[in-house]
């Protein structure tokens, strides 16, 4: 299994709604990573865990909450967004350590649209 | 100037045809990855290389330290390798995981 799966595909919620998006993966990595890419534009990084514990929060506001439950499951709870963060949300993970030379497993991403 | 400088921004081309992709960066890398984004989202990571060439299929990645430059080349291209192609550099003591995206090329082959 190399796969990273991210569900659900697509979100659409309001400005008053609590939600969560799920990544998982079964190859033992033990880095695991969100990105936010809005409409043509590259990946921005927003956390990093590193031994399932967060290494890296690149100045995201408080209504993206991380969490990272086990080795496999890395979850992003929402909450109170803003209609500019509608975006594609991006998980990714790699092998050993959450390093610039470690090749970066991606998955599909959730397409989220905040109203 | 952006550290990571990608050319060109758009491509088309015919099936069948040599297609190259370059990417310029100004900083010192531990890595550069060249990745793969269809439209409707999801990225593949094609390449990670810090010296040399790779080669995987119809893909070859190139890179050259002491010039700052990597190149993706796609031989006998087809319309599936119609995507957007991302460079990506890791930095020498940058944030742990923390890439540096290029704006990346939009690549179009037609049948």
């Known amino acids: 299994d190399t796969e990273v799966t991210q569900t659900p595909k697509h979100l659409v919620m309001g400005m008053t709604n609590k939600k969560s998006l799920k990544c998982e993966q079964h190859m033992g990595h033990r880095a695991m990573y969100w990105y936010k890419q809005k409409a043509k534009k590259p990946p921005e990084l927003m956390f990093v865990?590193?031994?399932?514990?967060?290494?890296i929060n690149e100045s995201v506001p408080s209504r993206f909450s991380p969490e990272c439950p086990n080795s496999s499951l890395l979850n992003l709870h929402l909450h109170a967004l803003q209609p500019e963060d509608s975006a594609l949300y991006l998980c990714?993970?790699?092998?050993?350590?959450?390093?610039?030379?470690?090749?970066?497993?991606f998955g599909s991403g959730t397409q989220l649209s905040v109203l | 100037k952006n550290e990571v400088e990608q050319s060109p921004q758009n491509l088309t081309a015919q099936e069948g045809e040599f297609i190259t992709i370059n990417c310029s960066y100004s900083?010192?890398?531990?890595?550069l990855h060249w990745l793969q984004q269809h439209p409707g989202g999801g990225i593949v990571s094609l390449f990670m290389l810090s010296s040399g060439k790779k080669k995987h299929g119809r893909l070859i990645a190139t890179i050259n330290i002491q010039e700052k430059h990597s190149s993706l080349h796609i031989t006998a291209s087809h319309p599936r390798d119609s995507a957007v192609y991302i460079c990506?550099?890791?930095?020498?003591?940058?944030?742990?995981?923390?890439?540096?995206f290029g704006k990346g090329t939009k690549l179009s082959v037609k049948p």
């Open positions: 900083v010192g890398i531990s890595a």
């Open positions: 865990y590193s031994y399932e514990k967060l290494s």
């Open positions: 990506a550099v890791g930095l020498f003591g940058g944030s742990q995981g923390n890439l540096i």
């Open positions: 990714a993970s790699s092998l050993q350590r959450a390093a610039t030379n470690e090749k970066l497993f």
